[in-house]
DNA sequence: ACTCGTTCTTGAACACGTTCAAAACTTCGC
DNA sequence: GCGAAGTTTTGAACGTGTTCAAGAACGAGT
């Protein structure tokens, strides 16, 4: 049979996603998680470090969710606009049963300390993957993104996604329906606005943001 | 004599922000803050509802401090590059003693229940004066800035200097190096960025995004 | 001076996340 | 089987933010 030691650690994990799902972050307390799971709240503890730490299972479970979902979602869009709807799009279906307690989790992801924080060090796999998803989504669109861009967008991109979750948290309309407005919104208007790049004037433009965002990234 | 009450509340709000500069959040616990102002604890709950009111505090304080400086910065400033530098500066001015500090600042502003929270309606006093601040840099600036970028410009330049703060609170370089030079390489960009506004192809892009912008907002 | 209503102050108590010494259970060499 | 070493589990205890019933101080009207 597995581990039992395993077996005990799923399950406070599953016991814990399900009730952030049910009853959101804060009213599921640690005691609670341990009495659902039927174990001690001590036992809890020796698997997970902290409360934060089950929201690292969460935020790695959402994100190979993500990645699937996106892969599927991406094979049959060449252009740009399109690859980038879908991949915002599953990126936000897979969050969506979280979304009443997605302020707690920003909260907690945001604060350097966090194990979740998407730009710290104990997160740096679950970040590489979600970057491959937009390197795929950029790479593989037809027509072309311009050479020079091709480096940075992936991130960029990323980044803007980081955006696009905080204004999803903050969107009480139903179903999130803003949020899907914006993303079907600016997918189009970012993809075009790379086109414009050609441009003589436009392209010196987008060199020294490109150039700044190197600056700044290596510090020096 | 000044209200005894109003005494009592200043010396909650003095020694609790003198905590945070000097130990930071997690270590001015409330019962600290009580004993070096020499009241209960339930006695600094009467005046602040939650440890968050004490952070409201501050976050009024710290953007009086940066209306005032930033008037001061503007005065001799007429290009908008030069103008958004000096709002951006004098904002990472006033923030400097807290910066320790500000990963559990943003962290408690962000949850929408926060009063602290920017975009929550506890804070639109607050919010307001900020962006006045924006406006006066856009309005006051010459060359002029395009008249139908004019009105969403100061939210959109506000919404960025978020995006600043964000990127300063994880910024460890010395001195916060590193968001300066972010500062000092962006603002001329989005000026140079601005004036592309005119070319043909590129104004209609703007237009979109204006129209994005504006759709997003007012929900619909 | 005395009362009544309001404002201010107190400190014990609560639930929470987290810690830890000790107990219970498992594994493995022999 | 047996004992020792490791692994897993327990629940009481700590410090935290917060609440609240009770009392103290104050002010105004008589």
């Given amino acids: 049979m597995a581990q039992k030691s395993e077996q005990t650690r799923q399950l406070v994990a599953d016991v814990a996603l399900k009730m ?20 001690s709240v001590g036992n809890a503890y020796y698997y997970f470090a902290s409360k934060d730490e089950l929201v690292q299972e969460l935020y790695i479970q959402v994100q190979d969710e993500h990645a699937v979902v996106a892969a599927q979602a991406l ?10 709807k879908a991949v915002l799009h599953t990126g ?7 979304h009443q307690f997605g302020s707690d989790f920003i909260a907690t992801a945001i604060r350097p300390s966090s194990p979740v924080n998407p730009f710290g060090e104990a997160s740096t796999a679950a970040r590489e993957a979600s970057l491959a998803i937009f390197r795929s989504a ?3 669109s037809s027509p072309a993104v311009a050479k020079k861009l091709r480096g940075d ?4 991109l990323w980044l803007a ?5 905080l204004f999803w948290v903050y969107d009480r309309s ?14 189009p208007l970012v993809a075009r606005g790379l086109s414009l790049a050609k441009i003589p004037g436009v392209s010196k433009v987008f060199d020294d943001v490109l150039g700044l ?8």
């Fill in 161 to 165: 996604y980081m955006g696009v979750a």
């Fill in 20 to 39: 952030f799902r049910e009853i959101g972050f804060e009213k599921t307390t640690m005691r609670a998680i341990a009495q659902e799971a039927g174990v």
């Fill in 138 to 140: 950029v790479e593989g």
């Fill in 174 to 187: 139903e179903g999130q329906r803003r949020t899907r407005k914006l993303i079907n919104g600016a997918a």
């Fill in 75 to 84: 094979e049959n869009v060449q252009d740009l606009a399109g690859r980038l």
């Fill in 153 to 156: 967008l992936p991130e960029l």
């Fill in 92 to 98: 936000i279906d897979v969050m969506a049963p979280y």
């Fill in 213 to 220: 965002v190197r600056t700044v990234k290596e510090d020096s």
